[in-house]
């Protein structure tokens, strides 16, 4: 596909229970971001990757968040141990830098409701 | 420390209304960059605009029109002659580096755009 893509799109879970969040990006993206976005709220940085330089993991709420990506493809967000508050809408974004400017381009995200 | 503040928490016009979102930011720094996004019902963040604290200009593309105010810290946004497709969930955000990178968002106004 030409766009971001996210799975699953909906996930249910229980209290306590680990959750892997998936992001294909755009291929040929170097950089790759990871938000988080409560209900009715703006987006929460989490943890950027790019290309093969160390990721910045500055958002990471808690030791419980995890994220790996292989290379310059997918990346894979881990949640260990849920908590009702980490119920929201956890949204990818690829970009490249054209001429200094870095355009991302957003996935559908992945609604997370953990019981 | 960042902040932006987007006061109107939903706005509903009529078509073919013009309307303004308001952004209004905080920032120490002497350099940063402003962006504007839209995330209609379908939950994909849309990237609409990028602005550099150095470039006052306001700028228009086809019915949207960006107006930075320096002296008073804001970046409004306006739609000329509104269409129902225009109904989302509009964001603006601060980055200091320029990249989108850690932006700080707002909390996002609702705009509903009536037939």
């Known amino acids: 596909g030409a766009g971001v893509s996210q799975s699953p799109s909906n996930k249910v879970t229980e209290k306590g229970k680990d959750v892997e969040l998936r992001c294909d990006p755009i291929s040929g993206h170097t950089a790759l971001y990871w938000y988080r976005q409560r209900l009715g709220q703006g987006l929460e940085f989490l943890i950027y990757?790019?290309?093969?330089?160390?990721?910045?993991k500055s958002g990471l709420p808690s030791d419980r968040f995890s994220a790996e990506r292989t290379g310059e493809s997918v990346s894979t967000l881990t949640i260990q141990r849920t908590q009702q508050e980490d119920s929201a809408v956890y949204l990818c974004?690829?970009?490249?830098?054209?001429?200094?400017?870095?355009?991302?381009?957003f996935g559908p995200g992945t609604r997370l409701t953990v019981l | 420390a960042q902040k932006v503040t987007q006061a109107q928490t939903e706005i509903s016009v009529v078509e073919k209304e013009d309307v303004t979102l308001d952004c209004v930011y905080e920032t120490r720094d002497t350099t940063y960059y402003l962006f504007w996004y839209k995330q209609p019902p379908s939950g994909e963040l849309v990237f609409l605009i990028r602005?550099?604290?150095?470039?006052?200009q306001n700028e228009i593309s086809g019915r949207y029109s960006w107006n930075f105010q320096k002296s008073t810290s804001s970046f409004n946004f306006t739609i000329t002659a509104s269409q129902v497709v225009d109904s989302a969930v509009y964001f603006c955000?601060?980055?200091?580096?320029?990249?989108?990178?850690?932006?700080?968002f707002g909390s996002g106004t609702q705009l509903t755009v009536l037939p």
């Open positions: 990757f790019q290309g093969n330089s160390a990721p910045d």
């Open positions: 974004a690829s970009s490249f830098l054209t001429r200094g400017v870095d355009t991302q381009y």
């Open positions: 955000a601060l980055s200091e580096d320029g990249s989108a990178r850690q932006l700080t």
């Open positions: 602005r550099n604290s150095f470039d006052e």
